[in-house]
């Protein structure tokens, strides 16, 4: 009895890290991002635009306590394991991959730290610099940056009207991106 009540009670939260990471990956591949704001089409630019609405919420659920931050926990693992299999699927062999883990983890913690502080200080300018080092780091000057950091401010804000028990219950609304 105790397994099969288990059993469902893991089969649900698997369900639940499943919808918020369909609508974390939904949200980093709108088109507008690649189309007008320019961030590179390409497996990095991709990687910077799903880490940087990773961190969204994961700064939305910091501090939080109990189901959010399993929660919490449970999707940056499922994140490792995606960037993980995609390295695979692009063809990097078995030998390559924990050494490219290893520098996706320290690019997306480093990136999490710039935005986190520039968000924390309320600096719009920091977080359009940072984003720009991050996402464009050869473009030099990246008017679009700006669009980027309004967005990410506006994503923090609407992450943060929306209940904790709707997010840990599988619901979770980014911002539509604007050609603006």
């Known amino acids: 009895m105790f397994q099969r009540f288990f059993g469902r009670e893991r089969q649900a939260n698997r369900a639940i890290t499943e919808a918020l990471y369909a609508q974390i990956v939904a949200a980093a591949r709108q088109t ?3 189309s007008h704001w320019n961030v ?12 940087l609405h990773m961190f969204l919420l994961q700064h939305r659920l910091r501090g939080q306590d109990g189901a959010a931050q399993e929660v919490a926990q449970v999707l940056i693992d499922e994140f490792f394991l995606d960037v993980d299999h995609s390295l695979r699927e692009l063809g990097i062999g078995d030998v390559g991959v924990p050494k490219r883990m290893k520098k996706l983890a320290k690019m997306f913690y480093g990136r ?21 080092r991050n996402v464009r780091p050869d473009a030099g000057a990246w008017p679009e940056a700006s669009l980027l950091a309004n967005y990410v401010t506006d994503a ?7 209940p904790t028990e709707s997010i840990v219950s599988g619901t979770v609304a980014f911002p539509v991106a604007n050609g603006g």
Do not use: K, W
Request: net charge negative; with cysteine; glycine share 4%.
């Open 156 to 162: 923090c804000n609407q992450l943060a009207a929306q």
């Open 112 to 132: 999490t730290a710039a935005y986190d502080d520039a968000l924390a200080r309320n600096d719009h300018d920091g977080l359009t610099a940072a984003l720009a």
């Open 40 to 51: 590179p089409d390409t497996p990095l630019g991709r990687f910077e635009m799903l880490s």
């Open 32 to 34: 507008v991002f690649y």
